[in-house]
T-cell receptor
Framework: KNEVEQSPQNLTAQEGEFITINCSYSVGISALHWLQQHPGGGIVSLFMLSSGKKKHGRLIATINIQEKHSSLHITASHPRDSAVYICAVDDQKLVFGQGTRLTINP | DTEVTQTPKHLVMGMTNKKSLKCEQHMGHRAMYWYKQKAKKPPELMFVYSYEKLSINESVPSRFSPECPNSSLLNLHLHALQPEDSALYLC???????????FGPGTRLTVT
């Protein structure tokens, strides 16, 4: 069974800071997902990665298949980025990490 | 239309009630999912439908009964629930078996 570990569990930063959230997994996968969940519930898919790097606006996601590790970066962070960020790996079904609660203070 | 809709948004039900949650998507996705999420925890997979057939049941108690009447619609029928079943119930869909999942806003269920 794939084990998905995220770090940190909680992160508080000031507006404008560069943010990095890490995700590691134990077994080879076909794809890795980064998801965002705001208070109130709805989950938004940010990225689906199987190799390399993807960028969307201020968000960048990278994956190293050999090291079984992915990072999500947020540049020029803003209070509206405050949310829970969840890493999930495709292992016949999605296996979720515990999430990283990000708070960006103005 | 890249939206998954869920109704109702909130539901309060007694332990003897029967209710249903509804999920709809019009993206032509052939896989649909039910997840349960407790506070401050990641979602837990309950059921997966692929091409309108139940593909995965994650040993969910029979008081939860899924139904996929057509490729756009997914229901979750609830009967004789327990207070510990109170949670956010999320529906998702994807184009195929593995792929980017689009989540609905969820139904927040309270069992009294």
């Amino acid at each position: 069974k794939n084990e998905v570990e995220q770090s940190p569990q909680n992160l508080t930063a000031q507006e404008g800071e560069f943010i990095t959230i890490n995700c590691s997994y134990s077994v080879g996968i076909s794809a890795l997902h980064w998801l965002q969940q705001h208070p109130g519930g709805g989950i938004v898919s940010l990225f689906m990665l199987s190799s390399g790097k993807k960028k969307h606006g201020r968000l960048i996601a990278t994956i190293n298949i050999q090291e079984k590790h992915s990072s999500l970066h947020i540049t020029a962070s803003h209070p509206r980025d405050s949310a829970v960020y969840i890493c999930a790996v495709d292992d016949q079904k999605l296996v979720f990490g515990q999430g990283t609660r990000l708070t960006i203070n103005p | 239309d890249t939206e998954v809709t869920q109704t109702p948004k909130h539901l309060v039900m007694g332990m003897t009630n029967k209710k249903s949650l509804k999920c709809e998507q019009h993206m032509g996705h052939r896989a649909m999912y039910w997840y349960k999420q407790k506070a401050k925890k990641p979602p837990e997979l309950m059921f997966v439908y692929s091409y309108e057939k139940l593909s995965i049941n994650e040993s969910v108690p029979s008081r939860f009964s899924p139904e996929c009447p057509n490729s756009s619609l997914l229901n979750l029928h609830l009967h004789a629930l327990q207070p510990e079943d109170s949670a956010l119930y999320l529906c998702a869909s994807s184009q195929g078996w593995a792929g980017e999942q689009y989540f609905g806003p969820g139904t927040r269920l309270t069992v009294t």
